[in-house]
DNA sequence: TATGAATGAGTATTCATTCAT
DNA sequence: CATGAATGAATACTCATTCAT
């Protein structure tokens, strides 16, 4: 990178990057169309984000939708990626893995650009582009919530969860336990228009789950 | 962005009625808004549904996002009271109050219009008009949200709820549920991708959460 | 007309003509057309040349290859009328009112606008507007051919020509005579690479024509 | 317009070979052209019809025109010889001579390709690519026209054509018999719209124009 | 010679908004 | 009150052409 401008002082009009140019382009765009929305984002304004000239993108892509594809996609791998690094040795037992998992997520959420990208898909991207949206649900949401599902059934294999919990919906409700908090909480303002402190959502909202789900031994003596 | 767009509603010679004919405009618009999402509704199309010309609506609205939120919030008004009623007789247990709610407002969902009011709102309607959206939030979210609270308060001061229950976020828990569910599940197709009965998410999800707001006095003999 | 302009001395940005629009609007878009070609035609020129802007095309139009098509159906009643009235009496002999026919167009063809439209349709839109093209030929082109036909079908009727002589393929090919030579001349440039006078070309070709219709009763005498 | 974009090739350090490698891509942007048109012809096209890249077209060629010249001049050539040929022996009628050049130029008319070209030609590329057009016109179509016209000159000297028969038009009649009905007929769907047999076409469009030429030294016993 | 990445000028179409009537 | 004609700003996409490699 750096080196590549050493070599070439003046970055002249033509500029000539084959290996790099896709992936800045798809970075460049996420991130303007994280920033703007969908609508919004102007393909004048992905490409000056770039450093390339619009008729590049479409060098590289077939149009505005597909670019959007593309960006999400390239970013969808990563994630999954680092959410199955989060959940940790799966010896541990699974609440201890979903609360790992579960603070590993919100932690990752203090960066606005990751929450962005939330907001884009269930925002614009669902009605004008629902192509790239039905992609980003099958491909990543789904995805994320299998691996919860199966997390909670080995908690109910385990003994660390009821036998009579669905973990089905179980997981569904933990999912938009995460998912619709933290849009409300840092992207929809309700932070301002009914503040929380941040810590107490986080873990009281993963008590009031985790006690929806494990058997309660020592209540008598507690209450 | 776009609010820097509002106009301060000229007070023209004439005096605008807002209240009388309108209504009737009012309905139309969010009809149209509802179906085909905030930026896809034309002027045009309102207009036809509602039986008048484009250059009427300007006659009562001052544009096209103001047309929304007038419409928006005619809606809230009826649906806050809808609520309220649902609730039933205040003598109830807290846990019947609520499951009561719950159930009405599930029901309820079963109109795909009211199902698209909210998906309009968190969709488009929170880029294309942040103003309408903040609105929205303000004047019918948050306000639901403070009534399940201060239902699940209640819950806790009749000792029907742990007393350790953090209220503010188990009210939270409960409206993500019910809302980010009902849309994942038939706005945006995840009872495609990920089936489930729609029974069993309404029942189990209710059972989840309550069981993490009570004390368990019958786990033993069922262990 | 000119009253309007008396009652508007300054034509205000805002201009309101809403039954002149459409005509005015076809008669310069065929104009700018004819001059340009289809595909070299911009929809702001035309709507310069009509003193309106591109918006309001499409308030009357659908789009640029419906302006087009209404534009050319607009001119081509016209002219049909024209020719039919060119024919002149019924009760005259065919060959007489052929030629008048004959005369007359090369006539108007004076005018490079009448030229225009025909190469216009068998250039540029008979390939980037194909439906405009077709509708031209069966509405203008065809109907043209047939009344040629009908007239040549009399003559032989009334033993003006040969009995023999096949009216169909006679229309043809003095359709093509006329139609073919003029673009070729006028248009294509044909009189400066193989000059010939005009009036030769004319009165010669319909000479040639005639001659392989007509019984040649005199011949004898003038070789 | 077009014509002013024409570069001056550059006559570069390395000697271009226009005669070698570029016949092959010659003969594939001849194709396209003509399949599409020139305007909606892509030089992509051309060049993957070619197996090579956009870039070696310009290499060879100066741009989009250019290269359509060179393909029209590099074709011209062939036909010119080919319709010498056709002719046939010097020392028979002339008559005949010309029935077996418009036989046979109807009969080569029967491959598609042959039409495409003079579609081409007078549709497109008289507007997009003028210069070409003229050059077309002049090296070709006007040799055409000589040909023919010193043709009947020699059946006037024979005595096979009335005397008083003009030449030049005879000739350019016939011309436009040919050309503008086998257009009309197969590219631009008359046969659709008024049919006619092919065969019907040809032989009786050849009577009406000999019988024109000729003296009729049979008619009374035919008739 | 040949490649193909990069350019950038060019344009039909949409639609909220205005305003003469 | 109501109409609907007129506006004009805004934007994705195409493709001939250039040029570094």
Redesign the pocket.
Known sequence: MASTKLK?PRP???????EA?PDELLDAALEVFAARGYRA????EVARAAG?????I???FA???QLLLAAVRRRQQKKIAEIREALGDESDPVSVRIARLYHSVWERWTDPRARQVLRLMLSDVSIEAPEVFRTWMREGFVTNLRMLTSLIEQGKAQGDFRSDVDAEVAARLLQSAMVFQMLLHFEWGMNELAPISNNRLVEQGLDVFMRGLRYEHHRDTES
Chains 1, 2, 3, 4 share one sequence.
């Open positions: 070439t002249s009009r033509w500029e000539r990057r084959p140019r984002t102007r393909l004048d390339v000239t619009k008729g590049t479409y060098h590289y149009g505005k939708e």
